[in-house]
């Protein structure tokens, strides 16, 4: 099992649209955990910390289940501009480092 | 104002060659790192290092050779280039290991 797994996608969604993410994780020890953003040629940047009590930033919801290993995103009332592609990362190795996803591509459209 | 700067931005060069990419930090982060996207798009950590020590190699080849003159710079010198090497190179701080990543803009490495 990878250490960090997610749906490659595209997800191709209308204006408006929820949509939601998940990412799995295989190490039961992980501690910290983050979703990132990343624009096409463009470097990853963070888009948000993910708590175990689940946080908001707006119109993204973040939330952590460790009892199944797994965060999720959730983008409400999408826009064009949340098109790109969104990285898990998740603390493996003991905590000393961290690992990113794949990515999931998300497509908004008119 | 950047916060993490890499250099060039764009690297053309043949097959073969040695070349270099710099990096540098303005946040008084302390961890330092290295990694890979090849055209696949994953993102791959190659080294990281904590006060100018290092502290992840991820089985890169040794033709790969970081430095870490201080905390604030880690660079990347390349070995006798191959073509497997075409990828962008991101540099990436933080305050430590488990802590969000901030990431220079990337260094399109093409190799001829």
């Known amino acids: 099992r990878k250490e960090v797994e997610q749906d490659p996608g595209p997800f191709n969604v209308p204006e408006g649209a929820t949509v939601a993410f998940n990412c799995t994780y295989s190490?039961?020890?992980?501690?910290?955990f983050f979703w990132y953003r990343q624009d096409c040629r463009k470097e990853p940047k963070l888009l948000m910390s993910?708590?175990?009590s689940g946080n908001e930033d707006g119109r993204f919801t973040a939330q952590l289940n460790r009892a199944s290993q797994y965060i999720s995103l959730l983008i409400r009332d999408s826009k064009l501009s949340d098109s790109a592609t969104y990285l898990c990362?998740?603390?493996?190795?003991?905590?000393?480092?961290?690992?990113f996803g794949t990515g999931t591509q998300l497509k908004v459209e008119l | 104002d950047t916060a993490v700067s890499q250099t060039p931005k764009y690297l053309v060069t043949q097959m073969g060659n040695d070349k270099s990419i710099k990096c540098e930090q303005n946040?008084?982060?302390?961890?330092m790192y290295w990694y890979k996207q090849d055209s696949k798009k994953f993102l791959k950590i190659m080294f990281s290092?904590?006060?100018?020590?290092?502290?992840i190699n991820e089985t890169v080849p040794n033709r790969f050779s970081p430095k870490s003159p201080d905390k604030a710079h880690l660079n990347l010198h390349i070995n006798s280039l191959e073509l497997g090497d075409s990828a962008v190179y991101f540099c990436?701080?933080?305050?430590?290991?488990?802590?969000?990543?901030?990431f220079g803009d990337g260094t399109r490495l093409s190799i001829l």
């Open positions: 990436a701080s933080s305050h430590t290991v488990d802590q969000p990543q901030h």
């Open positions: 190490n039961s020890a992980s501690q910290s």
């Open positions: 993910v708590y175990s």
């Open positions: 990362v998740v603390s493996t190795g003991g905590g000393n480092k961290l690992t």
């Open positions: 946040l008084g982060h302390d961890t």
């Open positions: 290092y904590n006060n100018k020590e290092l502290i």
